[in-house]
């Protein structure tokens, strides 16, 4: 199995903390969250898909080294949404705060189109940052859909041999179905240590049991709007050159497509930040071979930790619901 860190979170790499800001009432089903980075952090980014809705992702191209940035926000409301980096921007109160950002699109999932992330979501994430938070229906994760199943927020880590920490946090919200509809198993499960989400017992993924009975008949549909994206961050201690670090993000878009299939459509804007903290010499083909596989971890843990919800919009029905006998074998 692979080595997870002690949090099997992106915030085992040292430095870096996580806050979320939730609404799931009064006609909300979304929110934003706000990746913090230690000082001397630089990032890249690799944006896929025809619909993408970003911020400051020009500024990271990887063709000029990308940039020292000290946060990264990950939200709901598509492209409305991106004004919760302008809160994390006020929040920073720096001369240069570089803020990049990325949406995806939970519009109307709550029964009211307009309830969507304001600059106070940046705001109230930032404040909230920590080593530990929530996942699932939690900050951008808490309006996500995967196919016809609740999406959510994830997050997996590994340490290398050589103590390199290589972690991901990931927003599953997919039109391409994360389960496999002929075991009912998530698609990325083998890939390991997708129990430990928070301090939980090492499971072997054979342990999961086939969903059997629990699997409805035939594949499950495609989601009902087309207009989806997976979003996140895959971070390593690593000090990696430019060109290594946007194969960072390159391959953290490969473990994507491990998880979730199809990927990169049309009408998707699948976009993944990557940061390198600097702090230690490490292999870089070690680091970027790993990063597929914790990405896809990432993006299991979001799937089986989110939860089933009944808005106005309808009820959105999570894994653990179909699949009440795979996903008691997930100990979170």
């Known amino acids: 199995m692979v080595t997870a860190g002690e949090h099997n979170a992106i915030t085992d790499v040292p430095g870096i903390r996580v806050g979320n800001a939730t609404r799931t009432s009064g006609g909300a089903l979304t929110g934003t969250t706000v990746v913090l980075l230690p000082p001397g952090s630089r990032a890249t980014v690799d944006v896929r898909g025809g619909a993408p809705a970003t911020r400051e992702t020009a500024a990271l191209d990887a063709r000029y080294g990308g940039r020292e940035v000290p946060a990264i926000v990950l ?8 004004a919760a980096a302008d809160g994390v921007q006020t929040w920073l109160g720096t001369d240069d705060p570089l803020v990049p950002a990325a949406a995806l699109f939970d519009l109307g999932r709550g029964g009211d189109f307009d309830a969507r992330p304001t600059a106070a979501f940046g705001v109230e994430a930032a404040e909230a940052a920590g080593i530990e938070f929530a996942c699932g229906n939690a900050g951008a994760g808490t309006g996500a859909m995967n196919a016809d199943l609740k999406g959510g927020l994830g997050t997996a880590s590994a340490v290398l041999p050589d103590g390199t920490v290589v972690a991901a946090l990931a927003a599953l919200n997919a039109v391409g179905p994360s389960a496999d509809h002929t075991t009912g198993l998530p698609r990325g499960l083998s890939l390991g240590a997708t ?9 072997a993924w054979q342990e999961f049991p086939a969903a059997g009975g629990d699997a409805p008949s035939g594949p499950p549909p495609l989601g009902g709007n087309p207009l989806n994206t997976v979003i996140g961050v895959i ?35 699948d976009t993944v930040f990557s940061v390198a903290t600097g702090v230690a010499d ?45 996903a008691a074998g997930y100990r979170r």
């Open 75 to 82: 939200t709901g409301g598509s492209s409305y949404g991106l």
């Open 195 to 203: 129990d430990r989400l928070r301090n939980g017992e090492p499971v």
């Open 282 to 326: 490490a292999d870089p083909e070690a680091v970027i071979a790993a990063a597929a596989e914790v990405f896809a971890r990432a993006l299991v843990h979001g799937l089986l930790a989110a939860e089933s919800v009944t808005t106005a919009s309808g009820h959105l029905v999570a894994y653990r619901e179909r699949y009440p006998r795979t």
């Open 235 to 269: 971070a390593t201690t690593a000090r990696l050159s430019p060109a290594d670090l946007y194969r960072l993000a390159n391959t953290g878009q490969d473990g994507l497509a491990l998880a979730v299939r199809p990927a990169h459509g049309l009408f998707d804007g």
